[in-house]
């Protein structure tokens, strides 16, 4: 990704202006997740600290996929450039692309790149260049108006557009369903929600993608009942003797793999494999042999979804760290700001002060905290004094904090630190956790 840049935005609906991170050269070539920020809507989406508003920002952009020699371009027209103003604009995005590509690279195609006139007409060329037809567009755009009829339609009317569009009603149809229903009950919409609840069930039972995610569903529960029938105590021997057993049943081996993503390493893929060699019967090899293809392709799908993740907590703090304003920066990206990105955080922090580069020691530091801190604040009042008491280093200032802060020290407060310690207890960490279990003792003297 190119360098975003910070731009004054005035808010539309408070007018107070404020600092805001736009990106405007995507280039999947150096940054694989813009595609995915990109067609989710999550780029250039601002954030208001003086109202809260929250909506994207119309700004000239350039998406890039070297792979596809893909280059287009989005002007928005309510910007009302002059012809002029847009060349210039279109041409050093152009130069900024060709210059961050190898001197052999392909360039040809960057001179004569698509427009896109709206941002779904840049997410479609998109779209269809990884072979997603407007056909296919259509069809889901199909689905959610038909959807909204459905939540609308009389009782006597569903009956005639269920029949009329029973075409349309595969796996995706069945997921905007119960999406659709559980939005409905958690604002309260109960009647409907079971409206919902019921046109799936009756899908599920008549459409083909029903039946088979109802197979799933069983597969599941099977799966599930026999891990827990297993204990905690599950060795890998006993993981591999249920795949064994389950080798006819495609889909049980597949709910086995999602149940048992921990086991998947190389020492169940050996014996499976010595289960496939004893095999009795040419039958059973080959079952036994289809059930290990399908947890090798479920274990490399994590390994590449564990990657891609990684990579983009990477990328989301190599934007921060680029940015002359770190607070806005991290603000901008709130929302790729998870236990990944900490852990990324983290870990560069520390080579970097191995490796005694203060500067970008000093930048991570910052970042560190400014995270902290947000994080902080959206904490529930019971974490953010438990963090305040773990972060004193004598009884006596943790019983002073507790004392300052004797109204929220609840039995939810209590019931997390008593947890706190028993992990502490069984990370061998007796210390902290007697430290902890006296800070316990104190605090319920005061519920």
């Known amino acids: ?152 339609a009389k009782s006597d009317e569903v009956d005639r557009l269920l029949d009329e569009n029973f075409d349309l009603f595969d796996r995706s149809f069945l997921e905007m369903l119960s999406y659709m229903a559980q939005s409905a009950s958690q604002s309260g919409d109960s009647r409907t929600s079971l409206r919902l609840l019921n046109i799936r069930q009756r899908l599920m039972e008549t459409t083909e993608a029903g039946q088979e995610m109802l197979e799933e569903q069983q597969a599941l529960i099977e799966a599930s009942e026999e891990i827990q029938e297993l204990g905690e105590g599950i060795t890998r021997e006993q993981y591999v003797d249920l795949i064994a057993n389950a080798a006819y049943n495609p889909k049980k081996v597949q709910a086995l793999a999602a149940l048992g993503r921990v086991f998947l390493d190389y020492t169940t893929f050996q014996l499976l494999t010595e289960r496939i060699e004893a095999a009795e019967s040419d039958e059973e090899a080959g079952a036994l042999a289809d059930a290990r293809e399908t947890l090798l392709a479920i274990s490399a799908e994590y390994e590449k979804h564990s990657r891609a993740i990684i ?39 520390e080579e970097s002060q191995r490796s005694g580069n203060v500067e970008i020691s000093r930048r991570l530091q910052e970042v560190r905290d400014e995270v902290l801190q947000l994080l902080e604040q959206a904490a529930p009042p019971e974490v953010r004094l438990l963090n305040q008491l773990l972060a004193v280093e004598t009884d006596e200032e943790a019983i002073a904090v507790l ?45």
């Open 311 to 349: 990579e983009q907590a990477v990328t989301t703090l190599k934007s921060i760290l680029q940015s002359s304003d770190i607070k806005a920066a991290i603000h901008a990206n709130l929302n790729r700001i998870d236990q990944t990105f900490l852990s990324v955080l983290q870990a560069n922090l």
């Open 1 to 152: 990704m190119a360098r975003p840049i910070q731009q004054t935005i005035t808010c539309p609906q408070c007018g107070q202006p404020f600092p805001a991170i736009m990106e405007q050269l995507l280039d999947v070539g150096i940054d694989p997740g813009v595609k995915d920020r990109l067609l989710s809507g999550r780029v250039n989406v601002i954030s208001c600290p003086h109202c809260g508003y929250q909506g994207a920002v119309s700004t000239p952009i350039m998406y890039h996929d070297p792979d596809k020699q893909m280059a287009i371009i989005h002007v928005p027209m309510e910007l009302n450039l002059s012809t002029s103003d847009r060349e210039r604009i279109i041409g050093d995005m152009t130069n900024a692309i060709m210059k961050s590509l190898p001197e052999d690279a392909p360039k040809g195609y960057l001179l004569q790149p698509s427009m896109a006139l709206t941002m779904q007409g840049l997410v479609e060329q998109i779209l269809e260049a990884d072979g997603i037809t407007r056909e296919m567009l259509d069809a889901e755009r199909k689905k959610i108006e038909l959807l909204g009829e459905l939540v609308e």
């Open 403 to 447: 004392a300052e802060n004797s109204g929220g020290v609840t039995e939810e407060l209590l019931a997390i630190m008593e947890d706190l310690a028993q992990q502490l207890r069984q990370g061998g960490n007796e210390e902290s956790a007697k430290r902890l279990d006296t800070i316990v003792d104190q605090a319920r003297t005061m519920v």
